[in-house]
């Protein structure tokens, strides 16, 4: 069984930056793929950013439209961690993020049925 711990949301400006933090525990050596996820009020949970964990394609990483050259994300194998580095932040940028992991193929990185553990959620503000 994985389990994930979130950190890093915070209140910021538009236009500062955040970094958020995952870090996975238990079996990890089953997972596929972690991804960021984040999912405002009364909306369906979108597909931030991911990065593949293992396999040929380890390291990957793909992102959400919405995010596309404005976040990025690292990873560190030791620590069994991600990081969402968040630049340019917008107020719309406002909401839950979740850190998920999971088994998806490569075609189905954005899914969100792909992804089985989540982690608690970090609140991210942006005020304008």
């Known amino acids: 069984q994985v389990e994930l711990v979130e950190s890093g949301g915070g209140l910021v400006k538009a236009g500062d930056s955040l970094r958020l933090s995952c870090t996975a525990s238990g079996t990890t050596y089953n997972i596929h793929a972690l991804a960021w996820f984040r999912q405002a009020s009364g909306e369906e949970r979108e597909f931030v950013g991911g990065?593949?964990?293992?396999?040929?394609?380890?390291?990957?990483?793909y992102y959400g439209d919405s995010v596309k050259g404005r976040f990025s994300i690292s990873r560190d194998k030791a620590k069994s961690a991600i990081y969402l580095q968040m630049n340019t932040l917008k107020p719309r940028d406002k909401t839950v993020y979740y850190c998920a992991a999971g088994r998806p193929i490569q075609a189905t990185m954005e899914t969100r049925r792909s992804y089985t553990t989540w982690g608690q959620g970090t609140q991210v503000t942006v005020s304008s």
């Open positions: 990065i593949r964990w293992s396999g040929g394609s380890y390291g990957t990483t």
